[in-house]
């Protein structure tokens, strides 16, 4: 069966963005930014005089800009820092973001980089990711060129050059990872199906230095991964398994597996959702899959030691004549059996086949990422992600993480109280608990399948979208998780 299909063509967005350092900036720098900390009189990098921009009443606070024009030459933007005591590398990542935002219309920007305790390379890569960051547009218009970021340098002394040129093109990394993640989960259900993800994954794998490894609909059905075969039941659309290994150079520090729930389009199966607002983002059901396979394309360029798998579980989840019923019961990977109470908690059930899968190899630790329930957004909201484990070493590595790149989570409890509500008549378990602590539950029905492996799971339902732009976010997907994963791969030791 085909269509003609109305879609545009699925191409990447691709952008050049130059990073560097230097004494100075560059000729044709559009603007400079200057963070101006609180208390602070004048700026002795630029010599400007800050008595005028106090009677103007600016006081030097994060988020506060203001843009200085002259007829000719560079114009200077005043960026409050705040305390100056305070600063970290996530308020720097915010104050490059607002230096961005303060003069849209410039694409060549450049920024005195503070001097702080922190280290000079972080300092550097903070900003990039910032202000490269809050640029980042993703249309598929007939509307002309984006307004993106065509350069960013970073202004330091002498002697700070070179870390500052390493910690910025530390953070263009970091940046590619996250916009890579943004771009796929923006992108409609209809253009990006399971097996166009393959194919990025195929293209941009090999590129990155990793293995890529597809599992199309008859490797999953060798492989028994009746999760992810139930849910594509009512698809047009074949699934995928997407399959990423990096190899470090030189013996390994340790393994970790990256699990990804991969929805290409949430429409619930035959528990159809609703046709509000909400259900228009399900295209992004995909993020945790996006934010691992932007994770893992940045590993060697950063210099990762551990060694990464990671499983992308793709299918859209989709009502029709084939779908899966209410009451329907799969045999998973690894032969457990589940009742499918709800087709719309099919995000738990692509994830086990693959939970199982990691634990079949020789793993230290198994970390999974996934737009998994509305409960995890109600409960925490749009700012913080939801974890849950069975490990609290692994626990501390993914807070530590979340905490250094400014993606926060929170812990909540994995209650197993409450693993009773999975308990099915029928089968070994139900895929859905009762109507409270949803979150929980569906981390209980995760674990099922970890093989008491140490596990962590990362509820990103609420933060994997902005309804606004708001600091290096922009309205729609956010990439959370991106960054945080890359941090932990990065930093990552055996539990
Ligand atoms: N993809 C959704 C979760 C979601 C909801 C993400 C809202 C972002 C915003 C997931 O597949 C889902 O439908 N979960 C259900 C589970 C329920 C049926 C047990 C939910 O949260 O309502
Ligand atoms: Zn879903
Ligand atoms: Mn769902």
Not at 151 to 168: M, Q, R, Y
Not at 323 to 329: K, T
Request: with cysteine; net charge negative; aromatic share 4%.
């Amino acid at each position: 069966m085909t269509h003609a299909a109305p879609y545009p063509p699925f191409v990447l967005p691709q952008r050049a963005l130059r990073v560097g350092a230097a004494a100075a900036a560059p000729e044709d720098v559009g603007a400079i930014g200057h963070i101006v900390f609180a208390g602070q009189t004048l700026d002795p990098l630029s010599g400007l005089s800050l008595d005028r921009a106090a009677a103007l009443g600016f006081k030097a606070q994060p988020g506060e800009t203001l843009v200085l024009t002259s007829a000719e030459g560079p114009v200077n933007v005043l960026i409050g820092g705040g305390d100056p005591g305070a600063v970290t590398t996530a308020v720097l990542r915010d104050l490059a973001s607002y230096l961005a935002r303060a003069v849209p219309g410039l694409d060549r920007l450049a920024l005195v980089l503070p001097r702080t305790e922190l280290p000079i390379g972080d300092a550097a890569a903070a900003v990039v990711e910032g202000a490269a960051l809050a640029r980042y547009v993703y249309r598929i218009g007939t509307d002309g060129p984006e307004a993106t970021l065509a350069s960013f340098d970073l202004i330091v002394s002498d002697e700070a050059v070179s870390d500052a040129a390493t910690g910025a093109t530390r953070g263009l990394e970091v940046v590619k990872a996250a916009k890579l993640a943004r771009d796929l989960a923006g992108t409609p259900g209809g253009i990006l199906t399971a097996m166009k993800l393959a194919g990025v994954a195929s293209e941009l794998g090999p590129q990155a230095g990793l293995e890529v490894e597809i599992f199309d609909e008859p490797a999953l059905v060798e492989l028994g991964c009746g999760g992810l075969l139930g849910i594509n039941l009512g698809s047009a659309e074949p699934p995928a398994m997407i399959k990423l290994v990096y190899r470090p150079d030189g013996e390994p520090t340790g393994r970790l597996t990256l699990v990804g729930k991969g929805i290409m389009y949430d429409a619930g199966g035959l528990a159809l959702k609703p046709g509000d607002e909400i259900h228009a983002t399900m295209k992004n059901d995909m993020s945790g899959a996006a934010a691992i396979l932007g994770a893992m394309t940045a590993l060697r360029a950063l210099g990762c030691r551990a060694q990464v798998t990671g499983y992308l579980m793709c299918t859209d989840n989709m009502p029709s004549g084939s779908a899966l019923r209410l009451g329907d019961i799969v045999v998973m990977r690894g032969g457990k059996t589940v009742e499918v109470i709800n087709t719309d908690a099919e995000g738990r059930m692509v994830m086990a086949d693959a939970l199982v899968l990691a634990t079949e190899e020789p793993v230290d630790a198994i970390v999974d990422i996934a737009t998994l329930t509305g409960a995890a957004m109600r409960t925490l909201g749009t700012e913080i992600a939801a974890v849950l484990g069975n490990n609290d070493a692994l626990l501390d590595q993914v807070k530590a993480a979340a905490e250094r790149v400014d993606e926060p989570v929170w812990e909540l409890p994995l209650a197993r109280r409450y693993r009773p509500e999975l308990n099915s008549p029928i089968a070994d378990l139900r895929n859905m608990g009762g109507v409270n602590a949803g979150s929980i539950t569906a981390a209980l029905f995760l674990e099922e399948f970890v093989a008491g492996k140490p596990w962590v799971h990362i509820d990103i339902a609420g933060t994997a979208q902005s309804g606004a732009a708001r600091k290096w976010l922009n309205h729609g997907p956010t990439g959370f998780g991106t960054r945080l994963l890359l941090d932990l791969a990065l930093n990552f030791s055996a539990a």
